[in-house]
C-alpha cells in the first residue's frame, strides 16, 4: 500500500530536482561565460549586487517554488548528462554573448547621446565618459540577464506548445505567472529609487529598452530554434 505513493512521491523529487539543475546549471554557465568575457575586455559588465538580483528572482525564488510545484510522472529515459546539455548550453551561451552586446551597445548608445561619437573628442573626456556609462550598461545587462533567466523558467515548464514546438507539456501555468511576477518585480525595484540603490542599478533610460527588447527576441529565437532543431542532440549523438 505504501510502495505506490512511494513511487510518485520519488518521480516529483526527481523531476523537480532536474527542473532546478537547469536553471542553475544555466545561470553559472552565463555568469562564467561572461566573467572570461570582461577579463578579455578589461571590463566587469556587473556589479556584485546587481549579480546577486539577478540570482535571487531568476534562481532562488523559482528553484523554491517548483521544488513545491514539482509533479509526479514518468521521469525522462534519455540521459540526463545530454538533456541538460541540450538545455543549458544554448542557453548560457546566447545569453553570455547577448548580454556582452547589449554591454556594450549601451555604452555606444550613451556615448552616441553625448555626442562623442563620429567626432575627434579629447582621448581623457572619452575614457572618462566611458567609465561614466558603465552602470548604465551594467543596469541594461542586469535586466536583460533577468528577463532572460525568467524566460528560462518558462521554458523548463512551458504552459503552451509554442514554447518548445511539440514537445510534452507541463500543463501548469503557474511557473509562467511566477515568471511574470518576478518581471514585474524587477520593475519595481528598477524604479523605485531606495530598491534600486539597494541593488545597485542606475535609472533605467527609454533610449535602452528597444536595445533590451530586440536583444529577448533575438536571444528566444535562437534558444527555441536550437532546441527545435535538435542541433545539441546531433552534436551528442554519441555515447555521453
Partial sequence: ASLAPAVLEGQRILNGM????????ARIGTVALVIVSALVVGTFPLAVRNSSVITLLTVGIPSIFLALWARPGVCSRTNLSRDLWRFVLPAAVFS?????????????????SLGLLGTSPNTAV????????????????????????????????PPTRWWVGGEELS?????????????????????TPP???????????????????????????????FWRRQLIERFLSGPV
Avoid at 185 to 190: D, E
Fill in 18 to 25: 532536474q527542473d532546478i539543475l537547469k536553471l542553475f546549471l
Fill in 96 to 112: 553570455s554573448l547577448i548580454g556582452l552586446g547589449v554591454f556594450y551597445g549601451t555604452i555606444e548608445l550613451r556615448l552616441w
Fill in 126 to 157: 572619452l575614457e572618462r565618459a566611458t567609465r561614466e556609462s558603465v552602470p548604465f550598461a551594467q543596469t541594461a545587462l542586469s535586466a536583460f540577464l533577468v528577463f532572460c533567466g525568467l524566460l528560462l523558467v518558462i521554458l523548463v515548464k
Fill in 171 to 191: 500543463g501548469d501555468r503557474k511557473p509562467a505567472l511566477l515568471a511574470v511576477g518576478l518581471m514585474l518585480a524587477f520593475l519595481m525595484i528598477s524604479v
Fill in 195 to 225: 530598491l534600486r540603490t539597494l541593488a545597485a542599478l542606475s535609472p533605467l533610460e527609454p533610449r535602452y529598452l528597444p536595445l533590451i527588447v530586440a536583444a529577448l527576441a533575438i536571444w528566444l529565437l535562437l534558444v527555441r530554434s
